[in-house]
């Protein structure tokens, strides 16, 4: 596989810190990384401004390329119908891109609320709310230098391509930018290379795991559904060069991540032709005369 591959320390959040986790990777030979803020992982109220320093010089030091920062989003929600759970959420998130300014992050992942499965506010009402604190987070990305990453994502109020396009057009800025998880959109059924085809031109980073429509999932690839020889064209397509990241999320996490790199390996090949398609006859030695 030719493009430059990444991965996220999802899997590693509650279980070590972030630089021995992005040093393990590293030494997978994966680079570009997005960093999951979690406490005692990597987390901005943990970090004074000299552990903040420390860990900006260790990266550089190390070469360890740190492409985005990342939340769990488990207690955050950019699109809650109390305005103290959103100013709550914009504030982290002003925090992630402060932070990610001191380590030389190219941006930050946002999921882009959550909504209850069972009944809630409008769907005009909720994306207002999303729609303000998105152009709060805008204004401190600028500040920052800085891009916004939107995660398609399948507990938003945005959960699909279209939703989520339509969402980003709105504000015309170039530092909103799409995060495309493809086990996201497996589990809604997007139609990956469609869905890629219309983000081009905002797409700022590609997530990679597996999953299926019947179970949201961030397996080890081959465990799912995803036609990853489908999606790596559409990339390939579109020209895209951003980050791609392994999001598996297991609790074998290396062993995974090496089996889903090959196996992305084996689905960049060029495909054999299929049975009964015109071939170039072959020449046996014997019939060779020159």
């Known amino acids: 596989m030719s493009r430059q591959l990444g991965a996220s320390t999802f899997a590693f959040a509650w279980r070590e810190s972030a630089l021995d986790a992005l040093r393990r990777l590293q030494a997978l030979g994966l680079h570009g990384f997005d960093v999951i803020l979690a406490p005692g992982h990597c987390w901005p109220d943990e970090l004074p401004a000299e552990a903040r320093a420390r860990l900006a010089r260790s990266v550089a030091a190390e070469g360890i390329r740190i492409d985005s ?20 959420a ?25 909504v209850s499965a069972l009944a809630g506010p409008s769907a005009d009402e909720t994306e207002r709310w999303l729609e303000d604190s998105v ?46 998880d493809v086990a996201n959109a497996e589990f809604v059924s997007e139609d990956h290379r469609a869905a890629l085809g219309r983000l081009a031109s905002r797409l700022g980073q590609v ?10 999932a961030h ?19 579109i020209g895209f060069d951003g980050a791609c990241i392994l999001e598996v ?14 196996a992305l390996e084996k689905a960049s090949r060029p495909r054999p032709p299929a049975a009964g398609a015109a071939t170039l006859p072959l020449v046996d030695d014997a019939d060779r005369t020159g």
Do not use: M
């Open 69 to 88: 920062l990342n939340f769990p989003a488990l207690d955050l929600n950019l699109a809650s119908c109390i305005p103290e759970v959103r100013a709550y």
């Open 90 to 114: 914009v504030a982290r998130y002003r925090d992630a891109l402060t932070l990610g300014a001191e380590l030389g992050v190219r941006g930050v992942v946002a999921v882009p609320g959550r």
């Open 135 to 180: 152009g709060e987070l805008l204004a401190v990305a600028e500040q920052t230098d800085a891009s916004l990453f939107l995660e398609l994502h399948p507990q938003s109020p945005i959960p699909t391509v279209d939703a989520l396009d339509r969402f980003v057009t709105r504000f015309d800025d170039p530092r909103l930018r799409v995060a495309y």
């Open 207 to 216: 997530h990679l795991s597996d999953a299926s429509a019947a179970r949201w």
């Open 219 to 237: 397996d080890r690839i081959g465990r799912g559904t995803v036609d990853f020889p489908a999606v790596l064209r559409a990339l390939d397509e």
């Open 249 to 262: 999320v297991t609790p074998t996490p290396v062993p995974d991540i090496v089996a889903s790199r090959k």
